[in-house]
């Protein structure tokens, strides 16, 4: 079988029924009927909500309005809150969509909720959108359908392959890429788009739409900022606690050391690992920072051991769950499955690059330019491939006006987390009970965004570094990221090749 194509399968049998498709969902006027043992829920007399069993649900409703939500929302403020109990405050203001969207602001989790008033029905994910949505064209299969993932859909609607979207598939950008990602809300199925994060989802006419930014981005002094992290994301980390049994995942990176300083209330009762990828070796910073640090700390710190290949049945569970899984991360899902039969849920530092200014970094002078779509492929490794250059075209014209968001800040939070992030978590679903990314919450992201950058650039990172200050200073006994010391000389040459490589 060639690349990127799909075929009709044949039934699982019932035990291997049961290891698919974690943490996923398809939304249509049907229900799915050959998904045993799944939870069906009616939204009205046009839509069905066909859901995993292990996946999280609530629904509330009065007299004119409804609320669904799949997956986990948690409550910075109210640590204690429930799915439930968040959902009717919700319900409470929700006067329109606009003020319901606005209300989701300050929680976190991963999560989807479907609304409907009687006058509209619509969707719109968590602020990265890392519970992914992909949806259908209405005119392409007679009436709308959502899904948590590709082929899950293209199976039981028979969806047909895009030929631009297999050229690009069997492109040498896209395969030699071990982490390889796709275009803006681009899918390598003729009419099944990606719903991108800031966008919600018209569930009549199948047509999404821009709701943030849509005003001009409020701008924070450093030490307000200081104190609003410093309240949001230890008040996520005990929401996390108060629902799962907790892994933080740590690196010698400066992220997950936020996240560890952030967690300073449950030290004591959850665990601390760091994934020895197969070829990774046993002196990688990664792995003996974390350790170090732990033990100056007086915590445990394990190692959790990936093989360099998957097993034939794991890989077969796998792939089969998540249609194009990235085969790079199977090992160490596997090493996790293996360790935690997805009995815990993991804390991740993913999400604050969308503040690091980093794909600014990597395109100097951006602010000085015109960013075109050949810019953002070359900074998804695309090269000039037609397919990309034509979706990302389309994410420009979207993207515009921007309200004071930097545009290659929108687009690291638009593709490199509700994109590439959004589909390996949704494979690490094999693994974990649940993916808590504390960074993910539209309040947090946007305090980020909203200092000056000069406190959120490399090297110093220094919003970063006084958080960490403030929350638990000994998480800085040791070095985050640590690199070789360049001179001047070398230092000018790396600036020199990405100039070239960009702008050139």
């Known amino acids: 079988m060639r690349f990127g194509q799909i075929k009709a399968r044949d039934a699982e049998p019932g035990d291997r029924l049961s290891r698919l498709y974690h943490g996923q969902f398809l939304l249509g006027p049907s229900f799915v009927n050959h998904l045993e043992g799944w939870q069906r829920i009616a939204i009205d007399d046009r839509t069905k909500l066909t859901v995993h069993p292990e996946l999280a649900t609530a629904q509330v409703s009065d007299k004119e309005k409804s609320l ?19 959902l009717r405050q919700l319900l409470n203001r929700y006067t329109g969509r606009s003020a319901l969207i606005k209300a989701t602001s300050v929680y976190g989790g991963r999560w989807l909720l479907i609304a409907a008033n009687g006058l509209e029905k619509f969707l719109f994910n968590d602020a990265l959108g890392l519970r992914q949505v992909f949806y259908t064209n209405p005119a392409d299969t007679g009436s709308l359908w959502a899904m948590s993932q590709l082929g899950i859909g293209a199976e039981v609607l028979g969806l047909q392959l895009d030929p631009q979207a297999v050229a690009f598939m069997e492109s040498y950008a896209f395969r030699s890429h071990p982490e390889y990602r796709w275009p803006g809300e681009a ?40 104190e609003r992290l410093s309240m949001l994301l230890p008040g996520m980390i005990r929401a996390a606690a108060q629902r799962f049994d907790l892994v933080l995942s740590i690196t010698a990176g400066m992220d997950s050391r936020v996240v560890l300083a952030a967690a300073r209330d449950i030290k004591d ?9 197969g070829e990774m070796p046993h002196d990688h910073a990664d792995l003996t920072i974390p350790g170090r640090l732990l033990d100056r700390l007086g915590l445990p710190h394990e190692v959790i051991h990936a093989a360099a290949n998957m097993t034939p049945d794991f890989s077969h569970t796998f792939r089969r769950s998540v249609y194009l899984a990235h085969d790079y991360y199977g090992p160490d ?13 993991t804390l991740t530092g993913s999400g604050a690059e969308v503040g690091r200014c980093s794909f600014r970094k990597e395109l100097p002078w951006s602010d000085r330019r015109t960013i075109t779509p050949a810019h953002l492929a070359r900074l998804q490794r695309m090269d000039r491939e037609p397919f990309a250059l034509r979706h990302f075209e389309r994410w420009l014209s979207d993207a515009e006006p921007r309200h004071n968001v930097k545009l290659l800040d929108l687009f690291e939070w638009e593709q490199g987390h509700g994109n590439w992030l959004a589909m390996t978590q949704l494979e690490f679903d094999i693994a974990w009970r649940e993916i808590i990314t504390p960074y993910n919450c539209r309040e947090v992201l946007t ?23 403030k929350l638990w200073p000994d998480v800085l006994q040791e070095p985050i990221n640590p690199r070789p010391r360049q001179n001047l000389r070398q230092r000018l040459k790396g600036a020199v090749r990405s100039l070239r490589r960009y702008w050139s």
């Open 447 to 469: 305090t980020l965004l909203g200092v000056d950058e000069r406190y959120r650039r490399t090297p110093d990172y220094l919003l970063f570094r006084r958080v960490i200050e």
């Open 269 to 277: 009762t959850h665990t601390f690992v760091s994934v020895q990828q």
């Open 187 to 226: 899918s390598p199925f003729k009419g099944l788009k990606h719903l991108l994060p800031n966008h919600w989802l018209d569930l009549d006419t199948g047509t999404s739409h821009r709701y943030w930014p849509i005003e001009p981005l409020a701008r924070i002094g450093l030490e307000a900022a200081i």
């Open 333 to 345: 899902a596997e090493a996790i499955l293996r360790r935690f039969s997805r009995t815990k849920a």
């Open 68 to 86: 669904i939500l799949i997956g986990c929302i948690l409550d910075p403020n109210d640590p204690g809150a429930s799915n439930d109990g968040i």
